[in-house]
């Protein structure tokens, strides 16, 4: 039970998407937030376990979509609503929400806000009325590029993202050619590379394999190891902050490719320099999803990070 005190303050949110995630989501707030409380949970299938998980915590509930939303008791007091549908509906979504001055964090590839990846760059968009949480992948690697550029010149970043296939709902598979999209210009526009690639891997192994990441940059010849080593090792703790299962697999990796026997990258060409190679595990916190499901609790847990930020710095205000 939330405190009288606390609920005078804190902001009340809807979660717009009943499935894995949303559910995930409503969990966090109700167990996590400092700044939020749920205000309403959203689906469109009166049957899902996410909207009778809702009703039975005492959240007020709608199947109507957003135009139930709207219709709910309250609705004039939400003043955040996470999307936690598809890219597709989220132009739609957005724009309901903007109408009726709804701030809006997009769990979906649609990006019609600023990428935000909480470490890296929320400071510049807190008054954003819609930021985009990138992707799964982004959420994990991009800080990552980003630690490398602070200390040296990244020229190429590649990230491979490889999930249990347990773990990709539906809209996650819709959304395939999304993903690589937006994370590609993400690590370029919030990472910091010059030029930047992604790549998303299913893993049907059974039983299923907790999210990994691998991260590639090829920096400039003249990067100081030690610097980057350091930079990266903070990095992650500042993200293990708010995502606890995220950590380091395995030591920084670096490899000198000298300019006599460069590296061929498709659609590129011949680059040397230094190559740091970055081994990433996220493991969710088993909330509602499995444990291994870090993908999907990567995201949640920087939706969360990112809502309270916003809120407290609103409420200091």
């Not at 701030?103 to 008054?127: F, K, M, Q, S």
């Not at 990230?159 to 370029?188: C, H, L, M, Q, Y």
């Not at 910091?192 to 299923?208: D, T």
Request: glycine fraction near 8%; include cysteine; charged fraction near 20%.
């Amino acid at each position: 039970m939330e405190h009288t005190t606390q609920d005078d303050q804190r902001w009340p949110v809807a979660i717009i998407g009943s499935g894995n995630i949303g559910t995930d989501l409503m969990i966090k707030v109700l167990r996590n937030a400092k700044h939020l409380k749920m205000g309403a949970m959203v689906g469109i299938d009166p049957e899902s376990d996410g909207l009778a998980r809702a009703a039975r915590l005492g959240v007020p509930t709608t199947h109507e979509g957003v135009a139930g939303l709207a219709a709910l008791p309250g609705f004039d007091k939400i003043k955040l609503a996470f999307d936690a549908t598809s890219a597709g509906a989220h132009a739609e979504h957005n724009r309901l929400l903007q109408w009726h001055g709804v701030r809006v964090i997009d769990l979906t590839p649609a990006a019609i806000g600023p990428y935000v990846v909480p470490v890296v760059n929320l400071d510049e968009h807190l008054d954003s009325p819609n930021v985009n949480m990138v992707t799964c992948g982004g959420q994990a690697t991009i800080p990552i590029v980003r630690a490398v550029s602070q200390v040296a010149k990244v020229h190429y970043a590649e990230i491979v993202a490889s999930i249990a296939s347990k773990s990709a709902g539906p809209g996650t598979r819709a959304n395939i050619d999304e993903f690589t999209e937006t994370t590609s210009r993400a690590i370029v526009s919030v990472g910091g590379a010059e030029q930047g690639k992604a790549i998303i891997v299913l893993n049907p192994a059974e039983p299923p394999l907790m999210m990994r990441d691998t991260v590639f940059c090829l920096g400039d010849a003249s990067a100081n190891e030690d610097e980057v080593r350091a930079s990266v090792e903070a990095m992650v703790q500042r993200v293990n902050a708010y995502v606890p299962g995220y950590r380091l697999k395995q030591q920084v990796q670096f490899e000198r490719i000298p300019a006599e026997r460069p590296l061929n990258i498709p659609g590129i060409g011949l680059m040397h320099g230094l190559k740091v190679s970055v081994f990433i595990e996220v493991e969710g916190a088993a909330h509602y999803l499995p444990a291994y499901a870090g993908n999907l609790d990567i995201m949640t847990s920087a939706a969360l990070a990112t809502a309270e930020q916003i809120a407290a710095s609103a409420l200091a205000q």
